[in-house]
T-cell receptor, first 114, second 114 residues
Framework: DAGVTQSPTHLIKTRGQQVTLRCSPISGHKSVSWYQQVLGQGPQFIFQYYEKEERGRGNFPDRFSARQFPNYSSELNVNALLLGDSALYLC?????????????FGPGTRLLVL | AQSVTQLGSHVSVSEGALVLLRCNYSSSVPPYLFWYVQYPNQGLQLLLKYTSAATLVKGINGFEAEFKKSETSFHLTKPSAHMSDAAEYFCAVTGRSSASKIIFGSGTRLSIRP
């Protein structure tokens, strides 16, 4: 079975632009979470979606938004990009929501903002 | 509120030596605890998780961790290091709620000397 997939793998944008990152969860998984990992730091939670509804949000500005589709895939959108948005964006999927559920991470999308 | 603190941003051991990566947690509710590994330019892979079934948790690749409530610790160990263990290791915590938000530590980079 395929694991969590993310696209694109790498992306270069300039300040002020908008970006959309995509994630396909493991088949059968209904929960998708997004994390931002700045170089040299641990991942930070951005969003969790379960059954197409937002179930959790981290301490990120409104420039960050996400959605989950009927097939449980998800998109993360970031508007008005800043240099500080340069990071590895990780998507994780799990069967259901809840802390006991194991989250499986994708390889990430590396975003560079110039 | 929950948090984890990883002691030592960089640990170096000789091949065949004991690996000990330290993690202390803070949680106002009984926690679930995790160790993840991240190889260069890759996403996160779950090594093991503690969900209160047993205080000594065995994971993949010969790693194990012991939950010590009195010390609020969840240190990761491996009896004999292998060159392939060189990677970044993250300790993480989440609560027993309906959300799956994971709080990660800042990471410990493990280097293996030949």
């Amino acid at each position: 079975d395929a694991g969590v997939t993310q696209s694109p793998t790498h992306l270069i944008k300039t300040r002020g632009q908008q970006v959309t990152l995509r994630c396909s969860p493991i088949s059968g998984h209904k929960s998708v979470s997004w994390y931002q990992q700045v170089l040299g730091q641990g991942p930070q939670f951005i969003f969790q979606y379960y059954e197409k509804e937002e179930r959790g949000r981290g301490n990120f500005p409104d420039r960050f938004s996400a959605r989950q589709f009927p097939n449980y895939s998800s998109e993360l959108n970031v508007n008005a990009l800043l240099l500080g948005d340069s990071a590895l964006y990780l998507c994780a999927s799990s069967l259901a929501q809840g802390g006991i559920e194991t989250q499986y991470f994708g390889p990430g999308t590396r975003l560079l903002v110039l | 509120a929950q948090s984890v603190t990883q002691l030592g941003s960089h640990v170096s051991v000789s091949e065949g030596a004991l690996v000990l990566l330290r993690c202390n947690y803070s949680s106002s509710v009984p926690p679930y605890l995790f160790w993840y590994v991240q190889y260069p330019n890759q996403g996160l892979q779950l090594l093991l998780k503690y969900t209160s079934a047993a205080t000594l948790v065995k994971g993949i690749n010969g790693f194990e961790a012991e939950f010590k409530k009195s010390e609020t610790s969840f240190h990761l160990t491996k009896p004999s290091a292998h060159m392939s263990d060189a990677a970044e290791y993250f300790c993480a915590v989440t609560g027993r709620s309906s959300a799956s938000k994971i709080i990660f530590g800042s990471g410990t980079r493990l280097s293996i000397r030949p």
